[in-house]
């Protein structure tokens, strides 16, 4: 890291680390957390763990991380509400001059960040980490990541960076800026990108869960990956038209081929068939447009009930100074 200016002298940090169920990692999470991110560099840190709903010990364990450490804090949900809302509930809660989001399976190695710090130090809004190799994972998430990635840049309306997590540093003014994003359906590491301001990536290979199983189910792998193609392309909505135009161009070639029969070959009873298959093809195509507008008129619906995002429960060590200011 680079040695103190007086511009970036006495900054404050914020580690947001969002945990669901993570009992069995969460210990050393802190524990290396606390090791790597000391205060007596040029900056200060404060930790933000957002316990979304967990079930097992998580969150007794967090409390009694926060009576030994004045600098973690904790905030409980109400109930699950999922990974990119505690994220955003994290970034809402932070004081810092930058907020870093980062798992707490370390996943995403938290010396990374420092490489982060001295990025924003010289000048960069948000920072965020590629990933160039995955341990640990199945050959399955994978290739679904992989393919999802790059069809979401190729139909979304802002560049999405290919494999980039949520694991990034963002500087105040786009934190600011994200907050200024009320939107529900949250894909926060497209949200970041649709801000734009300074942005750089730093590569890194991302390690093995520590302990513990995944928290993303194939169910809200899905969910998440719809919402970050619906939150960030109408493209879909458009698809009606290519397959009304795929349709309306094979009927044509099926009046042909009908009328070519009819007058000349004897071969024009045999109807039934094609009558059933042109039935099927259109109710199905009819179907399938049907459903994308409908989730985006879901999409509609869930914004205009306007609840909050999220409720929290407890709130933990928020209550003194600024700890960064000592
Ligand atoms: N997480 C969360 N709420 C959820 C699911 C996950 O806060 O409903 C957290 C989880 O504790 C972890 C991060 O989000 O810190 C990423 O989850 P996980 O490591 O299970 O996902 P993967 O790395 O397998 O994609
Ligand atoms: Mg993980």
Known sequence: ?????????????????????????????????????????????????????????????????????????????????????????????????????????????????????????????????????????????????????????????????????????????????????PERDRFVRGMVSWIGFKQTKIDYKRAERFAGVSKYPLRKMVKFASNGIISFSTKPLKLSIFFGMVCALSSFIAIIYAFYSRFFTSNWVAGWTTLMIAVLFIGGVQLICLGIIGEYIGRIYNEIKGRPLYLVQERIGFEDKRIGDE
């Open 1 to 181: 890291m680079k040695k103190p200016s007086a511009k970036t002298a006495h900054k404050l940090i914020t580690i947001v680390v969002p945990c669901y169920n993570e009992e069995e990692v969460i210990g050393e999470t802190v524990a290396r957390m606390t090791r790597i991110f000391n205060n007596d560099r040029d900056v200060g840190f404060e930790f933000i763990y957002v316990d979304d709903g967990s079930r097992d010990r998580t969150l007794d364990l967090l409390k009694g991380f926060a009576e030994t450490d004045s600098r973690i804090r904790v905030l409980s949900f109400s109930r699950n509400f999922g990974h990119q809302i505690a994220v955003t509930a994290g970034i809402d809660a932070a004081k810092g001059d930058a907020v870093v989001i980062i798992d707490a399976d370390l996943q995403d190695p938290p010396e990374v960040v420092l490489q982060m710090i001295a990025k924003w130090q010289g000048g960069y809004d948000v920072v965020y980490g590629t990933r160039t190799e995955r341990q640990g994972e199945s050959n399955f998430k994978l290739a679904t990541a992989r393919i999802f990635y790059r069809f979401l840049n190729l139909i979304s309306e802002v560049p999405i960076p290919l494999d980039t997590g949520d694991f990034r540093l963002m500087s105040r003014r786009a934190v600011t800026a994200l907050q200024s994003m």
